[in-house]
C-alpha cells in the first residue's frame, strides 16, 4: 500500500524525523515553548482575524449553516481563550521519562519500563480552528510530532495558527516539523493520509460520528476511537427521587451538544408512576422532548412521544430524551450493553450492592453511581485538557490526556547476559 | 460493512454474550476450569493424536514442507507440554478488579480506575494446534472470550482441542462460547471475520510477517500486531568485546527461528578490525553466513558475502548475519531507526552515557545495554506465558502477558454530584 502523493511523503519523512527530536526535548523548553506560543497566538491576532475572515466569507457564500460558521469563527475573545489554554498545557505534569516500574531478574537483568512519547500522531478534525492549537499543545508536551489534518473551511485560519506555532518553535531552534498541516483540501489526500502507517504511529479522528466512522474503516494506521456518546441515566427502584430529578436534569440539558450529554433514560417499573410526572415537570423548563416506551408513556399519561426501536440507538445532542422502562437491574444493563457506545452510564440508587452490580456490568469508558454523566472529561478527571474521549477498549478508554498520549518501552541493564 | 455470513454473525453474538459471562468469573473458578482442561487434553490424548494424523495425512498428500509438517504435528509429549502450559497459566495472578489509581476530587466524586477484560478476542494464526490452547488459556484468565481462526491444515487438531476445552467449561456451568473455534476454511471468510467490528474488540495475528500484514490492512477491528522482530545489536568502541562475541553467538544462533534472535550487527569502525575476525571465528561454530558491508568486508579480509541495501532490512531466520559499519552510536541509532521492527535491539559498551544515548534513542519494544536481545519474553520478562511480542505503540509494547490482555473502566461513586 504505497504512498504516491509526494507532498504527504514529504510530510511523513519530516514527522518521523522531528519526533526523535519532540522525544529529547526536556521539560522546560518544551514548557517554555508552549508559553511562547501562547503569546505569539495572541500578539498576531490580527492576522489570525483576517484569514480567518476569509474562511467565514467562503463559508457563507458557500450556504454553511450558522452552527458551522459558529464553531469556524475566531474572535479576539476565543483567541485569548486558544492561548490560555495552551498555557494551562504548560502547567502540567510531563510524563515522558516516567519510570512506570523496575524489576530486577534473577539472573540479573534490570528491567525498566519507561514511558515514551509515541511518535507520530495523525489528528483529523472539522472546521475548528481552536483544536487546531489544543492538538499541537497535548502532543508537544507529551513528546509527539503530529501532522494535523483540519477541515477545509478553515484552511487559511489553521495555516495563520500553525505557521505562528512553528515559527516560536524554530526561533528556539526546535525542528518545527514537530507540527505540520496538510494543506489540501482534496478527500482523496486525506484517504491517502489514512494510510501512512510507515509514518505514522497513530491516527485520532475528532468530530462527528460520521468522521469518525470513515476514519475507522479506511484507515491502515491503528486508530484511536473517540466521541460518540449515547449516554443512559437508570434511575433504580432504590433511588433518591430528587436526586434523580437533579441529575437528569443536568447530564440531558446543561449542554446538549457534548458527547457526555444523556440521551436515554431507563426507569425501573416500581417507580415510573411516582417519579416520571416529576421529572417531566422538570424537563419542561427547558421544553425537552420525551420518546417513551410502551409503559413509560402510561406513566406519564401519554404526555410523551412513542419512542421506536431506533430512538434508544440514537445520539440526539438535542433536547430529547428517549426513556425505556425495566423490572431489574440486570435488565437495565443489558439494555445498556445493547444500544450504548461504550461513554459514560449512570445508576441512581441507593443500594450498594444494585449499584456494584451495575458498575461492574455495565461496558463503556465510565460508570457512575449517583453522578452526573457530564462528569466524564479530563479537566474534571483531574488529567486538565484532553485530546478527546476514547469509546475503544485498545489503549486508553475515557479521557485522553497527555498521559494517554503516550506508550512505553523497556530499558533493560544487563552485565552479559545471554540466553541459556 | 454489514457481516453476511450467518455462521459468523452467530459466533460474534455468542462471544459477544459469552464475554459478560468471562468477566465476571472469579479467580477460583477460572483456574479450577484451567487446570481441568489440562487435565481434559491428556486425558483425551488418544481423540487428539487422531484428529491431528488426519491432518497431517491431508498435509502430506498435499505436499506440505517438512518444517511445517513439524509444527502441524502433535505428541503424547507434545500434549502434555500444552497442559502444562495452561497449568502455568492458572499459577499466574488474576489482574481482572485491581484498582490500577483512585483518586477523589474536589466536589466529592471518588474515581477508581479498575482493570477489566478486553471482551472479545480474535486471534489468526497459522497451523499449530498448540496456539490453540495456549490463546485459550491466556484470554479465559484474563476474563476475555476468544473467537479462534487457525490455518486450515490444522482444523481437525483445532476441533477436537477446543471441544475438550468447551466440554469442561460447559461441565463447570460456565458458557462453552469463551472459546469458538471458526470452522470455515475459506478465505473470504476469515477476511469478513477481520471486519466484525460490532463484535469484536481485538485483533491479534499470531505468525509470519506476511500473516500480520495481511491482517493489519484488511481488519476493520482495531489489531495489535506482533511479531517481527529485525533485531539489531551494535558493539561500540567501548565495548568488551568478550562479551559481544558472546551476545552476538547467542542472539544469533541460540534459536534462528525466532523474533527476537540477532539478524543485524552494527560495529564501531574504531574495533572492527580487531573484532570481526574474533566474531567470525565464533559464528564459524554454526556456519553463519556473514553479510557484510564495504568496510567490514575488507575487516574480515573478504571472508564474507558483500551485502546489499536489501540484506538490512530483512529477517533471516536463518544462520545469517548483516554487517554495518558506523563511526558512532548516533549513526548506529539512525542506522536502526531506520531499518528495525520495533522489537529488541542491543548495544555492547562499558560507557554508561553511550549507553544511554542508545536507550533512549532507539525505537524499539525492547532496547538491551550489555545483554542478549533473546530475553524478549514473556518468562524472560517475569509475565509468564504471553499471547505474542507486540511491535506497535498503542496499548502494549513488547511481551504481551495477561495484564497486557486486558484494558480498564473508571468506576466513579458520587452523591448527587452535577455538573455546574
Redesign the interface.
Known amino acids: 500500500?504505497a504512498i504516491e502523493n509526494k507532498e504527504l511523503i514529504r510530510i511523513g519523512e519530516n514527522a518521523v524525523k522531528a519526533k526523535?527530536a519532540a522525544?529529547?526535548l526536556g521539560t522546560e523548553l518544551k514548557n517554555k515553548i508552549l508559553r511562547e506560543c501562547a503569546g505569539e497566538l495572541v500578539a498576531c491576532k490580527g492576522e489570525l482575524l483576517s484569514a480567518n475572515a476569509l474562511d467565514i466569507k467562503k463559508a457563507e457564500e458557500a450556504g454553511m449553516n450558522p452552527g458551522l460558521i459558529d464553531r469556524l469563527r475566531l474572535s479576539p475573545e476565543r483567541i485569548e481563550g486558544i492561548a490560555e489554554g495552551i498555557r494551562q498545557v504548560a502547567d502540567l505534569p510531563d510524563y515522558i521519562g516516567e519510570v512506570i516500574e523496575e524489576?530486577t531478574?534473577p539472573n540479573g537483568?534490570n528491567?525498566k519500563k519507561v514511558r515514551v512519547p509515541?511518535?507520530v500522531v495523525g489528528i483529523i478534525f472539522e472546521s475548528r480552528p481552536n483544536v487546531t492549537a489544543d492538538a499541537f499543545s497535548l502532543t508537544f508536551k507529551s513528546g509527539n510530532a503530529v501532522i494535523l489534518k483540519g477541515g477545509s473551511d478553515a484552511l487559511r485560519s489553521n495555516m495563520a495558527i500553525v505557521g505562528a506555532l512553528r515559527s516560536v518553535c524554530e526561533e528556539n531552534g526546535v525542528d518545527p516539523n514537530v507540527v505540520q498541516l496538510i494543506e489540501h483540501t482534496d478527500r482523496a489526500v486525506t484517504k491517502e493520509f489514512m494510510k501512512m502507517?510507515e509514518y505514522v504511529?497513530?491516527l485520532i479522528p475528532r468530530g462527528s460520528a460520521r468522521l469518525i466512522k470513515s476514519v475507522?474503516?479506511e484507515a491502515?494506521i491503528?486508530?484511536?476511537e473517540t466521541g460518540s456518546g449515547n449516554c443512559h441515566v437508570y434511575v433504580d427502584k432504590e433511588a433518591?427521587l430528587d436526586?434523580a430529578t437533579?441529575?437528569i436534569?443536568?447530564?440531558k440539558t446543561?449542554r446538549i451538544s457534548v458527547c457526555n450529554a444523556c440521551e436515554s433514560l431507563i426507569v425501573h417499573s416500581a417507580i415510573k408512576d411516582e417519579f416520571l410526572p416529576v421529572l417531566k415537570k422538570r424537563l419542561d423548563e427547558k421544553n425537552v422532548e420525551l420518546r417513551a416506551d410502551e409503559r413509560s408513556f402510561e406513566a406519564l399519561g401519554g404526555e410523551a412521544v412513542k419512542a421506536t426501536e431506533e430512538d434508544f440507538g440514537t445520539e440526539y445532542l438535542d433536547y430529547i430524551l428517549s426513556i425505556k422502562t425495566v423490572d431489574s437491574v440486570e435488565e437495565a444493563i443489558e439494555h445498556i450493553?445493547k444500544y450504548n457506545t461504550g461513554h459514560s452510564e449512570a445508576i441512581i440508587t441507593k443500594d450498594e450492592s444494585t449499584a456494584e452490580k451495575f458498575?461492574?456490568?455495565v461496558?463503556?469508558?465510565?460508570?457512575?453511581?449517583?453522578?452526573?454523566t457530564?462528569?466524564?472529561d479530563g479537566f474534571?478527571?483531574?488529567f486538565g485538557a484532553e485530546i478527546g474521549i476514547s469509546t475503544?477498549?485498545?489503549?486508553a478508554?475515557?479521557p485522553m490526556g497527555l498521559r494517554e498520549l503516550t506508550?512505553?518501552?523497556?530499558?533493560?541493564?544487563?552485565?552479559?547476559?545471554?540466553?541459556q
Not at 363 to 372: E, G, P, R
Not at 407 to 419: E, I
Open positions: 500500500m526523535y522525544a529529547a524489576t531478574r537483568l528491567i509515541l511518535g502507517k504511529d497513530v475507522t474503516e491502515l491503528p486508530v484511536i433518591d436526586m437533579d441529575i436534569f443536568n447530564a446543561q450493553n458498575l461492574n456490568g461496558d463503556a469508558a465510565c460508570v457512575y453511581v449517583n453522578a452526573s457530564r462528569f466524564t474534571e478527571f483531574g475503544q477498549m485498545l489503549h478508554r475515557g506508550s512505553y518501552k523497556y530499558k533493560v541493564y544487563g552485565d552479559g547476559q545471554v540466553r
